[in-house]
């Protein structure tokens, strides 16, 4: 009897697609991964997150693409109770002044969600940028100096891609000044605080994003967002539209 071939070792001796190429069981994990990806705040358990879990999903982050291969990014991982209330009240702060920045029902709407878990989830990580790495002159960034935040962004999507497949939620704290951020975590001030995680274990991912759910906005349609030659251009009528219902 023949033993077993895992799906790309089949293909592969098959002869239908080279080693490196995803199965159609692969494939789907990985849209799976991205379609169920959730912003999480109110679900976090108490549980620990192992380390060798944090490994991964870090070691997923640290294979993001950057330009000119500057690896711009840091992770600082905040388990000290003492530094997540720090955060946490940078995080009150901000979150005083955006509510006041809505009216009426918007108002209220806000006040009515929960925006963060910091405290909740068991480990904090924020990612950061050094945008000074490896020189002035980077390779790619030469017209456009933002790609090295853009590089660290790719890290955070990594990260909570690779966080996600593990079953394990992140909730991005965005809504803090990042001075406050940096005082709170000892970021130097030529290092740009990207985004602070909150990240563990959660009771739930929920069936859809939970300010879609909340109703605070619907998501946008695909065919809204695609244009062809030039800003939306396009004749309405192209096939590719057609598989975007």
């Known amino acids: 009897m023949e033993a077993d071939l895992s799906p790309v070792a089949a293909l ?100 009515a969600l929960k925006l963060q878990g910091i405290e909740d989830a068991p480990v904090g990580i924020c990612v950061t940028c050094d945008r000074s790495r490896n020189g002035p002159l980077v390779l790619g960034r030469t017209h456009q100096p933002e790609t090295d935040l853009y590089s660290a962004v790719c890290a955070v999507q990594n990260l909570w891609l690779a966080a996600r497949a593990e079953n394990v939620g992140i909730g991005w704290v965005s809504i803090v000044h990042p001075g406050d951020l940096a005082a709170a975590l000892g970021i130097p001030p030529d290092i740009t605080p990207v985004a602070y995680l909150c990240l563990g274990y959660v009771t739930r991912f929920r069936d859809r994003p939970e300010l879609e759910s909340a109703g ?30």
């Not at 946008?220 to 244009?227: D, G, M, Q, S």
Request: net charge neutral; with cysteine.
């Open 216 to 245: 605070w906005l619907p998501r946008r349609p695909l065919r809204e967002a695609v244009a062809f030659d030039r800003w939306r251009g396009g004749t309405g009528d192209e096939p590719l539209l057609a598989l975007m219902d």
């Open 12 to 111: 592969a001796a098959d002869g239908a697609s080279r080693a490196s190429d995803f199965s159609e069981a692969e494939r789907a994990a990985v849209y799976k991964c991205i379609l169920t990806r959730r912003d999480v705040r109110s679900e976090f358990r108490p549980d620990p997150v192992p380390d060798a879990v944090l490994a991964r999903i870090l070691d997923a982050a640290h294979h993001a693409p950057s330009v000119g291969f500057m690896q711009p990014w840091d992770f600082i991982v905040v388990r000290a109770p003492e530094v997540k209330a720090a955060v946490r009240a940078a995080f009150e702060r901000a979150n005083a002044e955006a509510a006041a920045m809505f009216d009426g029902e918007r108002a209220r709407a806000y006040r």
